[in-house]
């Protein structure tokens, strides 16, 4: 089983509508979680850090279930500029080195 | 603010030529790393340093990568010589000091071609 996992997509979605993608975890023990958004040809940018007791940030709410190791992204009314890709990253342990998944790439359709 | 910099922001080059890749950190931040990107393996760690000292280098391709940071303000990823399959998108991050739920800030990258 790979460390992180995403679907790689692509979600092609209306604009308007609710997305949600998640990401799976391998590693029982790991402590911090983030999603970060990157645009074509640009670099990765943190969107949001992933609480244990989930939070949200506008229009974004991140989720994380241990029990399952998985985490999530649920993205409202989402807007043309949402368009991206949102890599999952994980550190597995209190360490400096925090883990990558592939990405998900979102088309938001007008 | 000042983000994290790096130069050049694009470089082509023929195999065999030497090819050094330039970072300039976030100040204050105490840990930097470089990856590389392809669209088949994503987003690699290639190697990070704590406070100047290189810590982990396991992500280093070969001997023909190295890496140094000679100050808090300055790393270079150097190849040589270079090969085609080196082709990437480069990318250094910076975060500040304490365990690992600091989220890293990353460059713009820089595009390299390996011709």
């Known amino acids: 089983r790979k460390e992180v996992e995403q679907d790689p997509g692509p979600f092609n979605v209306p604009e308007g509508a609710t997305v949600a993608f998640n990401c799976t975890y391998s590693?029982?023990?790991?402590?911090?979680f983030f999603w970060y958004r990157q645009d074509c040809r640009k670099e990765p940018k943190l969107l949001m850090s992933v609480y244990s007791s989930g939070n949200e940030d506008g229009r974004f709410t991140a989720q994380l279930n241990r029990a399952s190791q998985y985490i999530s992204l649920l993205i409202r009314d989402s807007k043309l500029s949402d368009s991206a890709t949102y890599l999952c990253?994980?550190?597995?342990?209190?360490?400096?080195?925090?883990?990558f998944g592939k990405g998900t790439r979102l088309h938001i359709l007008p | 603010d000042a983000g994290v910099i790096q130069s050049p922001r694009h470089e082509v080059t023929e195999m065999g030529q030497e090819v050094t890749l330039r970072c300039k950190p976030i100040?204050?931040?105490?840990?930097l790393f470089w990856y590389r990107q392809t669209m088949m393996r994503g987003l690699e760690l290639l190697i990070y340093?704590?406070?100047?000292?290189?810590?982990?280098d396991s992500g280093m391709p070969e001997d023909r990568f190295s890496a140094k940071m000679p100050n808090a303000s300055f790393s270079t990823l150097k190849i040589q010589p270079s090969e085609p399959r080196d082709s990437a998108v480069y990318f250094c991050?910076?975060?500040?000091?304490?365990?690992?739920?600091?989220?890293?800030?990353f460059g713009d990258g820089t595009r390299l071609s390996i011709l």
């Open positions: 100040s204050g931040h105490d840990y």
């Open positions: 590693n029982s023990a790991s402590q911090s």
């Open positions: 990253v994980v550190n597995p342990t209190w360490d400096d080195k925090i883990i």
């Open positions: 340093f704590n406070n100047n000292v290189p810590i982990d």
């Open positions: 991050a910076s975060r500040p000091g304490g365990q690992g739920d600091q989220p890293q800030h």
